[in-house]
């Protein structure tokens, strides 16, 4: 590995730094498909140890002052700041994104550290009387116990510290498995938050590019109490039957298939701004990222068109290069699948008035692409993209949008865009999903829940939400 990375390679089991049993696999560089680091590559007995580390330091942690806890994760979120452009660079280095999406994933990610150290704090429960007026009714929180934390390869850092921020602040140890395309980020945290002061064993890392059996047998352990998991809606279902044997608690934020609803009446300007956001963050490969847009006749061409200068402006290339605004693909295998969308749906009946086509040479790329008179049951309208390629779909009235929206099993994200502040909300209030942009091309944020509904998921993270899914209620009835 280049030393200007840096990063921790082994597995972080009961605050030491330690080989794997199955010996190492290597990260790959998408904007060129070479290695750059040698990873440990963990067995069952490295998870057995993982979760003996943390099942030992569960009760000290539960028990540590919430402003202990909070100093820790507050400081973990001051060290975060200080690394913030060495941790850009290695972001950008093995998932592939713009340095500048980096820099923006860092700070939102450190966020999650600042909120919940603050949130780490504010814990309560409450004392009332029982309707019969014979007892009180008496509920304190406790931490559910030693978490499994699962995070994907889009967002290496933010989805681990949306996890491990809550988790930490209620008092939970836990076992991080980050994604196998991306443990380095993930590895680099685990550092800070030791550099920050959380006691040995209360967080731990395994990494493993063989990810099935290791997290099979970590919710085969009863001491296992907690599953938080990010990543598609496919692994989502396989992850909730295992933990359904041992009744363990989930949290599921899972895949999306958003809609971008235009109006006529939209400011266009302020819309193409958004879905430059919703569509280009990431290059595309954002759970939130818009998939689909539903864009109201009268202006869907002018639409289509000047969304197509915008992305067909964006300069690709590796991500680690000042300038680029659109990297790689995270692995062959994605931009294939990208690739085989767009082509079925071409065959459907779509039309690209841009990109479309793999390029030649090294690297996973995938450019900007818009696809016009897309066909409603095709491949791009109906599954999830995860990239930089934007369906455009002509609509005839907001029924018809909000039900073309509402037609997916996904209900993560929707975007509107209207001038008519109730017409937005009104139809806001008809999308089957978790969370919606109104006039607003983004909306992740710390302070806010995330999640999603139907296939897309069970649980809110960030927000005061988000401390609620490592915590359990425990009931008195008093009297006195
Ligand atoms: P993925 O489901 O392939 O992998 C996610 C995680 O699960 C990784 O850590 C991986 O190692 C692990 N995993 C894979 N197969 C497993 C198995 N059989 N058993 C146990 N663990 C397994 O997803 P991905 O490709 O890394 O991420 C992309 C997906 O994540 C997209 O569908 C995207 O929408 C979703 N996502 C959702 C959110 C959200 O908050 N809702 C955020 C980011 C990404």
């Known amino acids: 590995m280049s030393e200007a990375i840096q990063a921790p390679t082994r597995l972080l089991i009961g605050g030491k730094w330690v080989d794997g049993k199955e010996g190492t696999f290597d990260v790959l560089d998408p904007s060129t ?29 539960a028990a540590a002052a919430p402003r202990e806890r909070s100093a820790i994760l507050r400081k973990a979120f001051d060290l975060m700041i200080d690394q913030a452009a060495d941790m850009a660079y290695l972001m950008s280095l093995e998932m592939g994104k713009s340095l500048e999406d980096s820099k923006a994933e860092v700070l939102y990610a450190a966020e999650f550290l600042r909120w919940y150290s603050e949130e780490a704090v504010r814990v309560g429960g409450e004392l009332r009387m029982s309707p019969t007026g014979q007892n009180r009714i008496i509920t304190f929180k406790k931490p559910s116990g030693v978490a499994l934390l699962l995070t994907p390869w889009n967002f290496p850092a933010a989805m681990a510290t949306r996890k491990l921020g809550p988790a930490l602040a209620a008092g939970c140890s836990v076992v991080l498995k ?16 030791t550099e920050a002061g959380v006691p040995d064993g209360v967080v731990n890392v395994v990494t493993t590019e063989q ?78 990222a818009a998939n689909r847009f539903l864009v109201e006749e009268p202006v869907a061409e002018e639409f289509a068109r000047r969304l197509a200068e915008r992305m067909g402006a964006l300069k690709m290339g590796p991500g680690t290069v000042e300038g680029t605004q659109l990297g790689p693909m995270i692995n062959a295998r994605q931009r294939d699948g990208i ?33 016009l008179d897309v ?76 999640g999603g509904v139907k296939h897309s998921g069970l649980g809110r993270e960030g927000g005061f939400e988000g401390i609620e899914e490592y915590l359990e209620t425990t009931y008195v009835a008093g009297t006195w």
């Open 33 to 61: 498909g070479s290695a750059i680091a040698s990873v440990a590559r963990a067995g069952l007995p490295d998870m057995t140890a993982a979760i003996d580390a943390a099942a030992a330091a569960q009760p000290a942690w």
């Open 178 to 193: 980050p994604a196998e395309d991306t443990p380095l980020t993930a590895l680099v945290l685990a550092r800070i938050l």
């Open 211 to 288: 990810p099935g059996p290791i997290v099979e047998h970590a919710l085969g352990d009863d001491r296992v109490r907690k599953l938080s998991f990010t990543g598609s809606t496919r692994v989502g279902a396989i992850l909730l039957k295992q933990a359904a044997d041992r009744i363990v608690d989930s949290s599921m934020e899972l895949g999306g298939n958003n809609a971008f609803i235009v109006c006529a009446d939209a400011d266009l300007d302020a819309a193409l701004d958004g879905a430059m956001v919703a569509k280009m963050r990431n290059g595309g490969q954002a759970c939130t």
């Open 339 to 371: 690739a085989d969308k767009v082509s079925r749906s071409v065959a459907a009946g779509a039309r690209a008035i841009l990109g479309g086509s793999v390029p030649d040479g090294a690297g996973f790329y995938y450019p900007a692409t818009v696809l």
């Open 375 to 450: 066909p409603r049951d095709c491949a791009v309208a109906t599954e999830e993209i995860f990239g930089p390629v934007a369906p455009i779909i002509a609509t005839s009235s907001d029924d018809d949008a909000i039900a073309l929206a509402n037609s997916s099993t996904m209900g993560l994200t929707g975007f509107v865009y209207t001038r008519d502040l109730a017409r937005g909300l009104r139809i806001c209030e008809r999308l089957e999903v978790g969370m919606v942009g109104l006039n607003r091309g983004l909306v992740s944020d710390p302070a806010a829940p995330f």
